[in-house]
């Protein structure tokens, strides 16, 4: 898994969000390690609005294709790591699940069939 995109919108991308971004894609990594390296992330972090005063002000998103699968996962929130956190822990969860599923089939289609 690789990122391809990331995207920041009404605000700037710094080096301290870009490197905060590869260690939470890091640990997905680790979590997809069955799947081809090939699979594309993007990711979409920003401000939902220049004059936001109180409420969800950040937002994050992150979308992956998995082999016969798409994932997204998009949180808000009022701080942007907040954000990027609850994004990733989402995405993990979306992974393991659909991992989970691909394990059931494949133990199923093993088991013998009635005679």
Known sequence: ???????????ELTDAIRAYVDEKIEQLRRICGDFDPADDLKMEVGKSTQHH?????????MHLVLPGKELRAVHEGEDLYEAIDNVKDQLRRQIKEYKD???DKSQRASRPGKE
């Open 1 to 11: 898994m690789r990122l391809t995109t990331l995207k920041a919108t009404n605000m």
């Open 53 to 61: 005063a109180k409420g969800p002000y950040y937002h994050a998103e």
């Open 101 to 103: 599923r691909l394990k």
